[in-house]
């Protein structure tokens, strides 16, 4: 079993047309929004393994969602798809017609984990939230979360987690980073480890990013991503996510909520450009008070000092030294 | 920087025509908005001529005038209009069929040479992000050998004709638009010897100055441009911004204040980043919104005293600039008129 905790196994289920293999492209194949729409579709399930922080490999299985497919994988295929389940990534297209018809295959999807992988963490994301005006997201996005809420539960999956999400915005990079986030095991030690980075470099606030896919692994002023994510049983994410930064220290309030997806959003792009170089970028320093820098072979550190005069040569000594810790 | 429509004479203009729906408005919008490129899609046809103030290094106004308007009929006063214009872009559409834009622009160059002898023609040959490579080095011999015969009928076989191949989807808009506005700006030459100067002495590869709004360069050394090295350039300037504006420095100080706006006030934006192959990319805010933007190779040399080099001649190159644009200010506005129209 030891092999298999670092193997993790993730089931990316939905109807036809809901945009799975966008978002796996996106984050995982650096595609651009728009070039998503040159995917076709998936043929039965599209594996796909890619190795997170160096140690964890992503098993991505990519379930095509024709009705002939999904009639298949709670058949014939159920045991093999079902089985060893860490995660299961449900995606429900906002604009779709069928929504009782979708529901219905999420229950499906529900009782066959609970057979065969009942500790399995539950992920929905209501997609394509580009589509819906913007006054009736929220609305939306509660009644929707509400609905399946209730159905999770009855098949003995309580902590169901959702996010609204887009392709054309910063949304995807924020539920991927969650998602991702509930699997990495040692992540109180990163955290700990950067908040003394954090108080020793005198920064406003430092961010741990995955080098390759540039999610947020964890920010030195969340109180505890990981733990957020197993405690909280409410739907409501956004609101939980913002009461719990408004207990952080005036100044960080102050930031965009955003910014941590915004910054992915940014890093992603200026790699892409790099890769017209030929090569991958190491440092950025802007103004003297931003420093992204890799920290290790998977992990890159975003820096924001609280001023900008301290000497570049000394804030650089000091991500060297940071490095052997993470 | 805002000037009346009576003053609008004191600028160089352009003037962006072309057949109907060749283009002419997403062009603008893409260049000097910002627009998502899909989102022109959804543009209305332009009945009215409209004029978009820029504002750089010079001050600018770019007039689009809508493709199925006459312009020789007499009500317009398109005298006036074409001597006061510095440069004509004229816009093809590259997938639909030319001929008749080419004999419609031969008509416009005979009129607006006749008016007007220094005028730029510049040609857009539009929309070829859908066409072949082949296709489009055969579109554009086919354009200009067509162009030339048309002229030759008109006896003008002598004009000065550019042509850029451009789509809005990729970077050739911004480097057609870069061209076309470094032909109006008097002091270009200068600006290229400073540049030239400046990379000769600090190991730049590379060296743009952009306007940060519409990421058109205003200037560049004397290398030849690369457009892959310029896009990276272009999209270093959208990235540092990005960043920037993120954790602007005003919004943490708003609350407590300490040690005020006053520390980061006169500090410009400035943005170091080192690729893994040594290379650095570089980024300094110049005057009137313009960005100096280069592309450092140290070679053997460590990344530090490269960067303090730089550092030191960006500073005098700066201060030049500033000098430049005193002495212009002065110069430039009244006899603007002057210098296009009556040079000969």
Redesign the interface.
Known sequence: MSSSNNRKKLLLMGRSGSGKSSMRSIIFSNYSA?DTRRLGATIDVEHSHLRFLGNMTLNLWDCGGQDVFMENYFTKQKDHIFQMVQVLIHVFDVESQEVIKDIDIFTRALKQLKKYSPDAKIFVLLHKMDLVQLDKRNELFEIMMKKLQQASAEYGFPHLIGFPTSIWDESLYRAWSQIVCSLIPNMSIHQSNLKKLKSSMDA?EIILFERSTFLVICSSNDQNINGKINNYTTTTNNNANNSSLSELS??VS???PK?FE??SN??K??KQ??T??K????????????YVSELSSNMVCFI?L????AP??LVLENIRKAKNYF | MEVPSSELDSKAMILLMGLRKGGKSSICKVVFHNMQPLDTLYLESTSNPTVEHFSTLIDLAVMELPGQLNYFEPNYDSERLFKSVGALVYVIDSQDEYMSAITNLAMIMEYAYKVNPTINIEVLIHKVDGLSEEFKVDAQRDIMRRTGEELLELGLDGAQVSFYLTSIFDHSIYEAFSRIVQKLIPELSFLENMLDNLTQHSKIEKAFLFDINSKIYVSTDSNPVDIQVYEICAEFVDISIDLYDLYKPSDSNKKKGIKGPSSHRPQELKNVSQLENGTIIYLRQMIRGLALVAIIRPDDMDMESCLTVADYNVDIYKKSLEEIWKNSKVILPNPNIQTFNNQE
């Open positions: 728009f406003i005036n100044e102050l930031l965009d910014r915004k910054i940014i890093m792009n200026f450009s790099c017209k170089m090569c991958g970028f190491k440092t950025v320093v802007l103004n003297d008070n931003i924001v609280k001023n900008s005069d570049q040569q």
